[in-house]
Structures are given as C-alpha cells and as structure tokens.
C-alpha cells in the first residue's frame, strides 16, 4: 500500500502545499587541503554518502561551466567541498572510485561526467535514484519531488541557480547544498528499508 502511494503522481500545487524542511545539522565547508586531509577519515569510514555537486550557471550559449562545489553527506555530517580551492586525486581518484563505497544522488552520471573534466577518473559505486524510481513505476524521478513522494515534505531549489564559484559561500547557498545531498542520503536509505535499492 505504501508503494503505491509512493507511486502517485503530484501536482507542483501539492508539493508546493507541503511543509519545507532543510539540513539543520553539523556541516564543514571544506576550503584547504589541509582541511581535507581532516576529514577524509570520516568521509573513507562512511558506507552509504549522499551525493551531489552544484555548477555556477551559463547565461551563453556555448559557456560551460565545470562543478564548483562537491557536497557529501554521511550519517551524521554535511562536508562542501569547495572543488577550486582542495586537490582532487583523493576526492575522485579514490573516494568517487570506490566501488564497496556508495554514492548515492539523482542524476548521478551526469555529475560524475563533469567532475570528470576537471580530474579523469572511473566512477564506481555510485547510485542514482531516479533510475531506482523509474525501475519501481515511481512517477517521482527528481530530487524535489521524490523527497514529496517519500517523506510528504518540500525542499527549497530557490539558491540552485545563483554563484556556485564564489569563494565564500552564502549561507542560503550552504543551507541549499546540504540539504541536496542529506536528502540523498536520506532516500537511498528509505529506498534500502522499503526493498527498492540493494546494498552494495
């Protein structure tokens, strides 16, 4: 019965009637090398990341911009990475190529593409929610409307399209891409408790 529920489609007028909810717990913006070596402990002990990547936006035709920032979220903990300040051989040459380590986020290819450009690497362990969705007939493929089909409440997309290249982040801008990838976190595991995704 619940996946059924699940299942429904919503009008934008539904989920926009419901409640909004954002990442309220411990978070590090991570702009040093140093500060990367810090946490890597926590971030190669998680099993099960959130993930997500945020790209400052193109207003021409033909400019492309590459991630700005990496957001990873274990059970306890947001980390931002700010990807023009830290190096990147572990962040992608280990973590993103970790196959006993999921990845989990919406769209997820398409990030790994991109974060290619900047360090070559082959992505393994990654998950992408929507590709679990549309295997289970849930209508629900995007971030936002799967956290309004699973858990009945609203996050904000308002700062997705401002600076991703900034050196100092907004909080807006922290509070947006932490609560992306918690929330990403957070549906692989609903998924994992319903029996829609497998664990690694």
Known sequence: MELTFIQRRLTSDEINALPLVHYEGPLSVVRSAKHLDEVLPALRAEPILGFDTETRPTFRK?????????????ADHVYLIQLDMVPLDVLCGEL?????????GVAIGEDMRTLGLRFPFTPQGHVDLGTIAEKHNIY??????????????RISKGPQCSNWGV??????????????????????????????????
């Open 167 to 200: 050196s100092r982040l907004s909080q807006r801008q922290i509070i947006y891409a932490a609560t992306d990838a918690w929330m990403g976190r957070r549906l692989y595991m609903r998924m994992l408790e319903l029996g829609l995704a497998e664990a690694l």
């Open 140 to 153: 629900s493929r995007g971030l936002r409307s799967l956290v309004a089909s699973f858990f009945g409440e």
């Open 62 to 74: 033909g400019s492309v911009h590459l991630p700005s920032l990496m957001q990873l979220a274990t």
């Open 96 to 104: 993103m190529t970790n196959p006993a380590q999921i990845k989990a």
